[in-house]
């Protein structure tokens, strides 16, 4: 075997509960001595988009050969797949409901297998309502442990992996039109316009009606007052200075921002 690999979890689960301990139970029963990064569990509920932009926005930062496994699975129990999924760079562990398809726009994927291979899973029964348990967290920790994706289960085609559907960054009459990819605690509407089509002169962003400028920081304006600004990713944001964005223009996941010249 292949030396233990890092391994990150993302999950809708929250921290209330016993759910996510239970999943590094079950990791740890294949080998206690696996890294575990937790990424997040506050993901809303059942909210595959914001799942797939945190995981997106988390996997540059990890080391090669790290496997990410993500849980927000509101179809665990259907007929939606489990897979894994082997990159140039990394592994990924997930339901097959669109979660991967950001990461799967930044990194070359090399094979995908959908996890049917029960010898790999906690129990042969799995529970219906606990994919995270039985499946998915005893996979993963086989990943970590130097397990190929081959033996995991059958080779499926990585062109049939599910894609979140999404408005996509498209060119408008003046500028680019794109949606509301993610909105962070704090308020901050982050789209899926990329910093790439920003110009040097000024620019402005229209949502839901109202101008919003462009600046370099959210100090650029007066507490309560709008900016939009390039995030630490290099995706356009809007924000309130000290406020909050979401409240302000009664905003949620894929309204249309148009970014003009």
């Known amino acids: 075997m292949?030396?233990?690999?890092?391994l990150t979890l993302l999950t809708d689960f929250a921290d209330r509960d016993v759910y996510v301990?239970?999943?590094?139970?079950?990791?740890?029963q294949i080998?206690?001595?696996i890294p575990v990064v937790d990424l997040t569990h506050q993901i809303p509920p059942q909210n595959i988009a914001a799942a797939r932009f945190c995981l997106m926005s988390a996997f540059p930062y990890f080391p090669d050969g790290t496997v990410h496994l993500a849980?927000?699975?509101?179809?665990?129990?259907s007929s939606r797949r489990a897979v894994a999924v082997e990159l140039e760079n990394g592994f990924l562990v997930a339901p097959d409901n669109g979660i991967l398809s950001g990461v799967l726009t930044q990194a070359i994927a090399v094979a995908a297998v959908e996890l049917n291979n029960s010898q790999y899973w906690r129990t042969p029964k799995p529970s219906l309502t606990f994919h995270g348990r039985d499946i998915f967290a005893p996979v993963a920790a086989h990943l970590a442990n130097g397990v190929p994706l081959r033996e995991l289960g059958s080779k499926i085609n990585l062109d049939s992996l599910v894609e979140l559907e999404l408005p996509k960054c498209r060119p408008g009459m003046n500028g680019v039109v794109g949606c509301i990819q993610y909105i962070d605690v704090f308020g901050n509407l982050i789209t899926n316009i990329p910093s790439s089509y920003i110009p040097e002169k000024s620019w402005h962003v229209n949502i839901?009606?109202?101008p919003v400028s462009g600046a370099k920081t959210y100090s650029s304006v007066d507490p309560g007052e709008a900016i939009a600004i390039i995030d630490s990713d290099g995706w356009v944001e809007i924000a309130i200075n000290q406020g909050n964005a979401r409240s302000r223009f009664n905003s949620e996941l894929g309204q249309i921002v148009e970014l003009l010249f």
């Not at 292949?2 to 890092?6: A, V």
């Not at 301990?21 to 740890?28: D, E, Y």
């Open 71 to 77: 849980v927000v699975d509101p179809g665990v129990g």
């Open 208 to 210: 839901a009606g109202f």
């Open 2 to 6: 292949s030396q233990t690999r890092l």
């Open 21 to 28: 301990g239970v999943m590094k139970g079950a990791i740890a």
């Open 31 to 33: 080998n206690p001595n």
